[in-house]
Nanobody, 114 residues
Framework: QVQLVESGGGLVQAGGSLRLTCAAS????????MGWYRQAPGKQRELVAR???????VYADSVKGRFTISRDNAKNTMYLQMNSLKPEDTAVYYC????????WGQGTQVTVSS
């Protein structure tokens, strides 16, 4: 059983940065490929970045070059460094195992103003 808690969201101006944190419990966290998802109002949840257990990362085209996903398995923690933020990045951000097979947390709100 894994529990996930997202934090670090907030209100920023376009071009600003935020660092999101995903804190996980459970002894099998380090065995999972993990991802960051987001859901904007009226849109489906989308996977924006994913990372294997050993740190190999893949990004959606919309965030490539701006976001960096990382993890620290010893701390059961995953991060999303978000730079050069755009208004279209506004969404609730969630972390989960790739495939969304863990229970969804409350997410953390990211709002980017023009």
């Amino acid at each position: 059983q894994v529990q996930l808690v997202e934090s670090g969201g907030g209100l920023v101006q376009a071009g600003g940065s935020l660092r999101l944190t995903c804190a996980a419990s459970g002894s099998i966290f380090r065995l999972y490929d993990m991802g960051w998802y987001r859901q904007a109002p009226g849109k489906q949840r989308e996977l924006v970045a994913r990372i294997t257990y050993d740190g190999m990362a893949v990004y959606a085209d919309s965030v490539k070059g701006r976001f960096t996903i990382s993890r620290d398995n010893a701390k059961n923690t995953m991060y999303l460094q978000m730079n050069s933020l755009k208004p279209e990045d506004t969404a609730v951000y969630y972390c989960n195992r790739v495939g969304g097979t863990l229970g969804w947390g409350q997410g953390t709100q990211v709002t980017v103003s023009s």
